[in-house]
Structures are given as structure tokens and as C-alpha cells.
T-cell receptor, first 113, second 114 residues
Framework: KQEVTQIPAALSVPEGENLVLNCSFT??????LQWFRQDPGKGLTSLLL?????REQTSGRLNASLDKSSGRSTLYIAASQPGDSATYLC????????????FGKGITLSVRP | DTGVSQNPRHKITKRGQNVTFRCDPI?????LYWYRQTLGQGPEFLTY????????KSRLLSDRFSAERPKGSFSTLEIQRTEQGDSAMYLC????????????FGPGTRLTVT
């Protein structure tokens, strides 16, 4: 059974800091990995998707990396801003026929002005 | 492309009542997923459809829950005889079958059972 872990559960940083959010998963047989952002009481916004054959993906100030063999992914946020404050979730899709996502519990990020 | 939409956004009901939620996926997506999210947790998979066929159901989906996707377009999730433990955010997502299979989520329906 796939398990996804995100530690720590919460993080507070001053504005402008570069930061790394970690995600680990137990079963390396994945199809892809997605990072999502969730604002309080809202749905999920997809930030980046990395296919299992890829090492990283970039979008603006965000960069996500994937090391499938070690079961790890990181989301790098450059020059953090107060507007980045949200919960960040990673989710993996198994390589089998089922396309469901297995999520971590998320990291709640607070960027202080 | 208007994205995934869900209705209602909020639902408050009394224990024992039945509720139904609707999800309209992105129009060209043939896969549709339901997830449930409780406070402080990540979403948990409930069920998914490819076109009108329900291909998998989680053991979380008790016999009080039923989902349909007639004609392979919108989907409904019904909960019968609601319990306080059903209080959660119910999220719908859709994706295309091939390629990246990226899942796009709707805004969710927040259910509160009193």
C-alpha cells in the first residue's frame, strides 16, 4: 500500500526566503507525482506534475524534483512571498491501471511579511 | 474551458437525511474522480469513472454512498442516512485518459452533518 509522507506539518518563514518542501513515498512504482496548493476552505490547484521518467519540472518560482528510486520529491519555492501562504500537498499516481492519487497530509506554509 | 465545477458549495444537513452532490468535469475529460478530505488530512480516494463506467470504489465508500455518471458527463455522489462522521469536504477531479493524466480539481462541496 502506497504511503505518502510530508514533514514538517507546518512551516513559517520570513518573506524573501528560498525554501524546500519535502515529500516521500513508499512504493517507487509510480506513474507520476503532482504538487498541489490548497487555500483554506478551497479546492486544490495543480502546481506541477512530474512524470516518472522525469527528474524535475519548473514553473515560475517553483521547481519540483523527483528521485523515484529513493521515493522522494521536493518542491522548491524561490523568493517566497506572503501570497505563497497555503497548504502544499503532494500526491502520487501508481503505475498500475488504477489512476487514483494517494496524497500526503500537506505542509501548511506561512510566509511572514 | 471553465474547469471542474461542483454544486452545492456548502451543505448543512441533519443526521439521517440524504444528500446529493453534483460534479461537472472539464468537457473533454473522460475520467472523473471523487475524493473526501477531512480537517488536517490529505484527500482520500473514494471512486472513479472512465466515461460512464465506475471502475473502482474505495472501501471508504460504504453502502450508504453511491455514485453515478450517466452518459459519461456529470457525476452525482449521494450519501444516504448521513452520519456526523460524514462531515468533510467532497472533492471532484477530472482528467483525460492518455498523456500526462493530470488531475484537475473542483472547488469542493463542504458537508456539515449536525
Amino acid at each position: 500500500k502506497q504511503e505518502v509522507t510530508q514533514i514538517p506539518a507546518a512551516l513559517s518563514v520570513p518573506e524573501g526566503e528560498n525554501l524546500v518542501l519535502n515529500c516521500s513515498f513508499t512504493d517507487s512504482a509510480i506513474y507520476n507525482l503532482q504538487w498541489f496548493r490548497q487555500d483554506p476552505g478551497k479546492g486544490l490547484t495543480s502546481l506541477l506534475l512530474i512524470q516518472s521518467s522525469q527528474r524535475e519540472q519548473t514553473s515560475g518560482r517553483l521547481n519540483a524534483s523527483l528521485d523515484k528510486s529513493s521515493g522522494r520529491s521536493t518542491l522548491y519555492i524561490a523568493a517566497s512571498q506572503p501570497g505563497d501562504s497555503a497548504t502544499y500537498l503532494c500526491a502520487v499516481r501508481h503505475a498500475g491501471a488504477n489512476s487514483k492519487l494517494t496524497f500526503g497530509k500537506g505542509i501548511t506554509l506561512s510566509v511572514r511579511p | 474551458d471553465t474547469g471542474v465545477s461542483q454544486n452545492p458549495r456548502h451543505k448543512i444537513t441533519k443526521r439521517g437525511q440524504n444528500v446529493t452532490f453534483r460534479c461537472d468535469p472539464i468537457s473533454e475529460h473522460n475520467r472523473l474522480y471523487w475524493y473526501r478530505q477531512t480537517l488536517g488530512q490529505g484527500p482520500e480516494f473514494l471512486t472513479y469513472f472512465q466515461n460512464e463506467a465506475q471502475l473502482e470504489k474505495s472501501r471508504l465508500l460504504s453502502d450508504r454512498f453511491s455514485a453515478e455518471r450517466p452518459k459519461g458527463s456529470f457525476s452525482t455522489l449521494e450519501i444516504q442516512r448521513t452520519e456526523q462522521g460524514d462531515s468533510a469536504m467532497y472533492l471532484c477531479a477530472s482528467s483525460s485518459e492518455g498523456g500526462r493524466n493530470e488531475q484537475y480539481f473542483g472547488p469542493g462541496t463542504r458537508l456539515t452533518v449536525t
